[in-house]
């Protein structure tokens, strides 16, 4: 990949004390493109996601935003260098309306000072014109953002990311807690994200989604990196074995053949059919 990424992360790592909980992880976020970090838990992903976002500070290697070193202290830091995480929880209020969730924190007012007051009309108008842009029609901005389904307040809070400057938006396992036709809903979004120019970081632990939508691979293993490929070189297939530790289960079959211990064992005193004798 040709380019100064937007992000980039050369031989970084974190350690709490005397827990290394991330070694030598080299990882580079580039416009207009995907990279998913898998991982199960305990991999390092978290703390790959705090480092980036600007929650935790590296303390090795170096991290790089258009290819300058920097070391944020706050994630404000971050977000005002266009970087931006969505975890899981959202950040959203469930009982106020969408367009209050899209602007929480930065409301738009209007007015002279002191007597300033919310401008209601502008901020509906902008959250239904950038929600839009995404490909997210809302009938009513005034319902409660949590009556809407997981993936449409996953969708809702990239929309909100992007329309506050976000170059680099990371996403913290947002298909985690859907069904299959809402996770759905929300790769569709990621990939209309990384049609806009941004460079999205896709944290998750299922290869089936990773492979639908990433143009890169990273995968995590005990806080290092297990394997970095491009699309073009890993099929889903080869994507899975490595998510599952298939190296790792190869040798347990070889263990387990060897002590006989492999194949379901029989049930403990099997008691006769009704019936038989």
Known sequence: ??????????????SYGTVRALHGVDLAVHPGRVTCVLGDNGAGKSTLIKIISGLHQHTEGTYLVDGAPVRFTTPREALDRGIAAVYQDLATVPLMPVWRNFFLGSELTKGPWPVRRLDIARMKRTADAELRAMGIALDDLEQPVGTLSGGQRQCVAIARAVHF???????????????????????????????????????????????????????????????????????????????????????????LAQSGGIGPAAPPDASPREGHT
Do not use: C, W
């Open 1 to 14: 990949m040709t380019g100064t990424p937007l992000a980039e992360l050369r031989g970084a790592g974190k």
């Open 165 to 255: 400057g976000a170059r680099v938006l990371i996403l913290d396992e947002p298909t985690a807690a859907l069904g299959v036709k809402q996770s759905g809903v929300v790769l569709k979004y990621v990939a209309a994200a990384r049609e806009r120019g941004l460079g999205v970081v896709l944290i998750t632990h299922n290869p089936h989604h990773a492979h639908l939508v990433g143009d890169h691979f990273t995968v995590l293993r005990l806080g290092t990196v297990e394997l970095s490929a491009a699309r073009a070189d890993i099929t889903l297939a080869e994507l899975t074995d490595h998510m599952a530790g298939g190296t790792e289960l190869d040798a347990l079959k070889h263990e």
